[in-house]
Structure formats: structure tokens, C-alpha cells
């Protein structure tokens, strides 16, 4: 996530771009991964998911478009 | 036959062989970590180092994983690297060493530099994602929260 933050606010455009390339690797990690602690989840969701829409909607969005194996 | 003691000594401190040595590999490595982190910042010649940060990242883990022993240090080593990879790249973002100005020609060293440089910071996104297949917490914790 921090390199989320740095990659989007230290971007070189004059406009501030969501870096979702990084974020879309996070999202696919976390939906795929069976070992993701409860405590860190939880965290995921009080600190990122539901304080920023950004990373709200991007994470829906990523989630959306994402092939995963069931 | 000549006398031999019937176990080995035990250490001064207490500590096991084996916690004793990684006591101190674990210390060495926080020194070179710091250092190799200076090093890399203070100048472009160094930057091949950032390669041995990363190889902490995955190495330390997968070869090392079944050693108990160990653990809590090669845990810290790698939230260590993880901290100062995190920092080295915003750095060299902040610095616009990851972008190519429009003028460089595409066979340019400097624009391969760059290249390079943008390999390595994928490099560093799947290895800290790698760290949350594992099935601890403490690994899992420092992708979400990096202090800069």
C-alpha cells in the first residue's frame, strides 16, 4: 500500500493518477490468498477499504475484471 | 584414550550455538542493510545493489523457513530489506530517476537505467505480495504498513 501511495502521489504527470497497475497486483494477491491473517484483513478493511473511496472503487473494479481460480 | 568431556560447554551468555550465531548474522545483516541502503542512494553506481536487497526479501524466507531457531531474525531481516527497499524507491521516484524525460533517445544508458530500475520495483511489488502467502501475521502486516 505504501507503494501505492508514493507511486500516486510522486507520480510525474501534472495530474495525479491512481496507480492501479501497482494496486491491481495487491487485490489479485489478497482475493487469492489462503493464508491472509484475520487481524490483517480486518486491518484492510478498516484502514483502506472503507476510508478511502479510491481504493474502494479501484479494488472493485480490479476484483471485476480479475480471473481467479475457483 | 585421552579425557573427553561427556557434553559441550555451554556458552557464557547462556544462548545455544545456534542462537548465538544467528544473534549475530542478524546484527550484521541490520548494518548491511542500513549501509547497502547509503550506498545505493549516494550513488548511481551502486544501484546493481538494490538486487541483493531484493534476493533478502525472497531468499531469506523460502531457504530458512524450517529453521525455528532463526526465525524471528530472518523475519526481521526481511521486514528490514522490505523497509529499505520502500524507501530507496521513493526516493529515486522523488528524484524522477523512474522516468525518462521525452527528449532521451529509447537506446539511451540513462533510459536503460530507468528500465532497469522499473524491473526491479516489479521485482519488489511480487516479492512483498509474496510475503502475504505466508502464514504469518508479522510478515503480513509490514505490506499493508511500511513506515517511509
Not at chain 1, 479510491?54 to 479494488?59: A, E, M, P
Not at chain 2, 521525452?102 to 505480495?129: F, G, K, T
Request: some cysteine; proline content about 3%.
Amino acid at each position: 500500500m505504501r507503494l501505492v501511495k508514493d507511486e500516486t502521489a510522486l507520480g510525474s504527470r501534472e495530474v495525479t493518477k491512481f496507480a492501479n497497475k501497482t494496486y491491481a497486483l495487491f487485490v489479485e494477491k489478497i482475493l487469492q490468498s489462503k493464508t491472509l491473517d484475520d487481524a490483517v484483513l480486518q486491518e484492510l478493511c478498516d484502514k483502506y477499504l472503507n476510508a478511502y473511496y479510491d481504493i474502494q472503487f479501484y479494488f472493485l473494479q480490479d476484483a471485476g475484471y480479475m480471473r481467479l481460480e475457483i | 584414550m585421552p579425557w573427553m568431556p561427556d557434553r559441550m560447554p555451554s556458552l557464557p551468555n547462556g544462548l545455544a550455538n545456534g542462537q548465538k550465531k544467528a544473534a549475530v548474522v542478524s546484527r550484521q545483516r541490520k548494518v548491511d542493510i542500513k549501509s547497502t541502503e547509503n550506498r545505493i542512494l549516494s550513488s548511481t553506481e551502486h544501484l546493481n545493489e538494490i538486487l541483493g536487497l531484493i534476493s533478502l526479501l525472497n531468499v531469506l524466507y523460502s531457504h530458512m523457513r524450517d529453521m525455528l531457531s532463526l526465525q524471528d531474525k530472518v523475519d526481521a531481516i526481511v521486514i528490514e530489506s522490505a523497509s529499505s527497499l520502500i524507501r530507496i524507491f521513493k526516493r529515486l521516484r522523488r528524484q524522477g530517476k523512474l522516468t525518462t524525460s521525452d527528449s532521451s533517445a529509447p537506446d539511451s544508458p540513462q533510459v536503460q537505467i530507468v528500465n532497469w530500475l522499473n524491473e526491479r520495483y516489479v521485482d519488489l511489488a511480487h516479492n512483498l505480495l509474496n510475503l502475504l502467502e505466508t502464514d504469518k501475521a508479522n510478515l503480513q502486516v509490514p505490506v499493508f504498513n511500511q513506515s517511509s
